[in-house]
């Protein structure tokens, strides 16, 4: 059984920084894309930033040039370093993975999510 386990959320004050990690495991055979998404009281779940196996990142315009993702292939593990934070950006944050697993399916799967707050 897959398994997403983010780590790194919290409060912080905004022009602050927080790094989220969220680190999968359990009967995979390959990550495609790893991604961070996040909702915000009374509205829908966004994309944030999501990477491919090989580095490509998308990011959603409203984080461009304040948040970076990054993934370590051999710890099965995205990160989302975030700077300059603002109060629009609490949320909380979920991570997801393409993936496939030792038992030959292919799905997509998600953490059970991580808060984060940034105060004005």
């Known amino acids: 059984q897959v398994q997403l386990v983010e780590s790194g959320g919290g409060l912080v004050q905004a022009g602050g920084s927080l790094r989220l990690s969220c680190t999968a495991s359990g009967g995979i055979f390959r990550i495609n894309a790893m991604g961070w998404y996040r909702q915000a009281p009374g509205k829908q779940r966004e994309l944030v930033a999501d990477?491919?196996?090989?580095?490509?990142?998308t990011y959603a315009d409203s984080v461009k040039g304040r948040f970076t993702i990054s993934r370590d292939n051999a710890k099965n593990t995205v990160y989302l370093q975030m700077n300059s934070l603002k109060p629009d950006d609490t949320a909380v944050y979920y991570c997801?993975?393409?993936?496939?697993?030792?038992?030959?399916?292919?799905?997509?799967?998600w953490g059970q999510g991580t808060q984060v707050t940034v105060s004005s």
């Open positions: 997801a993975a393409d993936a496939w697993t030792s038992s030959g399916t292919r799905g997509d799967y």
């Open positions: 990477i491919t196996s090989g580095g490509w990142t």
